[in-house]
């Protein structure tokens, strides 16, 4: 089991933001894809971003383009996930999680596409 250890949650007013943190325990082949997702109540886990570490690719869903972005710290093996302009349809827990970054069939949006999960981050946005 590789460990992902997630930080960053919170509670925020609408309009402000936050930065999640995931650090990845070690950097192998199995989470040589590392992406954000969330889930609030009553509905399926939604992808969000992903990171490929092998050539730098990164991808976030149109949903949130130009309100959250992905980054990475290469040094610490640490994905984040900076969120801005949050509005209370943000609430939800937000997963860390890798997998492979080859998977024929599977795409990397999808929650099948990944092996492990960090702990999950409750963000919870006031209107």
């Known amino acids: 089991q590789v460990p992902l250890v997630e930080s960053g949650g919170g509670l925020v007013q609408a309009g402000g933001s936050l930065r999640l943190s995931c650090a990845a325990f070690e950097r192998t082949a199995t989470t040589s894809l590392m992406a954000w997702l969330r889930q609030a109540p009553g509905k399926e886990r939604e992808f969000l971003a992903a990171?490929?570490?092998?050539?730098?690719?990164?991808h976030v869903t149109d949903s949130v383009k130009g309100r959250f972005t992905i980054s990475t710290d290469n040094t610490k093996n640490t994905l984040y996930l900076q969120m801005d302009s949050l509005q209370p349809e943000d609430t939800a827990v937000y997963y860390c999680a890798a997998g492979r970054d080859v998977q024929p069939g599977v795409p990397y949006t999808s929650r099948s596409r990944y092996e492990y999960w960090g702990q999950g981050t409750q963000v919870t946005v006031s209107s």
């Open positions: 990171f490929r570490w092998s050539t730098g690719e990164s």
